[in-house]
């Protein structure tokens, strides 16, 4: 279908002559609560941030099934020689909350540039304060002043941290979504102070539809200061994975923080026509593994084509892809980027045949063979 593959290539040289630049678009910190984020907090709310904290380390439902605790913390250290593992790897570095470590750590791995997103995984889990939903990030908090307060101490100790190296970290800011003005003010606040992108959450309840013109001011806020939002795996609800029963359980919930529920966003973007009000507004999406790319842009061209053939948008009041739109809704996908650590080879492999590897965020395209064992390096792109 034309207009369904982005077209652009790359001229790869030869792989003797030529350095890749690696760029890491999904990595993790883990400010812990009290050593790092407490001093964080206006002191009238210590109180509440120290109960905070009482309950996570003895309550939490995410805090059990990650593990995070002295026992398992101690068996990973036991452990080390397994270095394969990522678990025991990060118990190894304190880089999850220390920045001078951190780069050691990126020199020793060759990794120049690190995207930044909250959740490190390393025998233990500290939530934002005030949410302790690390997988979900419910927006649903009968608390939310409380949880905006918290997200606001996590974007001052993220600041903190990039301004040790500002080149090298690309920090992302955690926003209250709940309050598109006080999302903006944040955002206003967060590039300031030196974060470059927005941990943008897929829609879920509590948050009105990206299509919804409400969330006009935050788009041009968004584009003017040039945050990108990035999304990266989530899911509905840490309580939904630790309540359900039966069979392949773990295995469903993977898939429905992975699959096309978590990429959703494409469609209110694309068909709302936010990105072509906001041409400067850009999406990318980390940690969604798989061949999605063709199907998704096909999906989308196809619906807008059935729509136009029976006039239904027309009669639902909208315009359609052919009336009012420049293109179909895949050209549109000039403003979406594949994220991720790095690509695996049939997923490098298919984005270079089908012609998206424009669209792959990460290094760019060079054939390494013997360095990265048959993988293929996709793109650096700068979203």
Not at 137 to 165: C, I, P, T
Not at 173 to 198: C, F, H, I, N, Y
Request: hydrophobic share 40%.
């Amino acid at each position: 279908m034309p207009g369904t593959r982005d077209s652009s290539s790359f001229d790869e040289g030869s792989d003797a002559d030529r350095h890749a630049v690696i760029v890491s678009c999904d990595t993790h910190v883990g400010p812990r609560l009290t050593e790092d984020l407490r001093q964080y907090c206006p002191k009238g709310m210590l109180d509440d941030f120290d109960a905070f904290t009482r309950d996570w380390e003895t309550k939490s439902p995410i805090r059990i099934m990650f593990g995070a605790n002295r026992a398992n913390y101690d068996a990973l250290l036991a452990d080390r020689e397994n270095t394969r593992q990522t678990a025991i790897r990060n118990v190894l570095t304190e880089g999850g909350w220390d920045p001078y470590v951190r780069q050691r750590d990126m020199d020793s791995d060759g990794v120049a540039v690190d995207v930044i997103f909250h959740g490190l995984q390393a025998g233990r889990v500290d939530p934002l304060p005030f949410t302790g939903d690390l997988i979900a990030g419910r927006e649903d908090s009968n608390h939310k002043d409380l949880v905006a307060l918290g997200r606001h101490m996590y974007n001052q100790w993220l600041a903190d941290f990039v301004s040790v190296a500002p080149v090298r970290h690309i920090g992302l800011a955690q926003l209250p979504m709940w309050d598109v003005q006080a999302s903006v003010e944040e955002l206003t606040w967060a590039r300031k102070a030196g974060l470059r992108g927005v941990n943008f959450p897929r829609h879920r309840a509590g948050l009105a539809p990206y299509n919804d013109p409400s969330w006009e001011p935050f788009w041009s806020a968004c584009e003017d200061m040039e945050m990108t939002l990035t999304t990266h795996t989530q899911g509905a609800g840490v309580e939904e994975l630790v309540q359900r029963k039966g069979e392949g359980t773990f295995a469903i919930q993977l898939l429905e923080i992975n699959g096309a529920a978590a990429r959703e966003s494409t469609h209110h973007l694309v068909l709302g026509g936010v990105f072509e009000r906001h041409p400067g507004l850009n999406l990318v999406f980390t940690e969604q593994p798989g061949i999605w790319w063709p199907a998704l842009m096909d999906a989308m061209d196809d619906m807008a084509i059935n729509l136009d053939r029976r006039g239904m948008a027309v009669k639902a009041g909208e315009k359609t892809f052919y009336s009012g739109y420049e293109n179909r809704p895949s050209s549109y996908a000039r403003h979406i980027f594949i994220g991720g650590s790095f690509l695996a080879a049939y997923e490098a492999q298919d984005a270079l045949e089908q012609g998206y590897a424009a669209r792959c965020c990460g290094v760019r395209t060079i054939r390494t063979p013997r360095a990265l064992g048959n993988t293929l390096a996709t793109t650096v792109s700068r979203p």
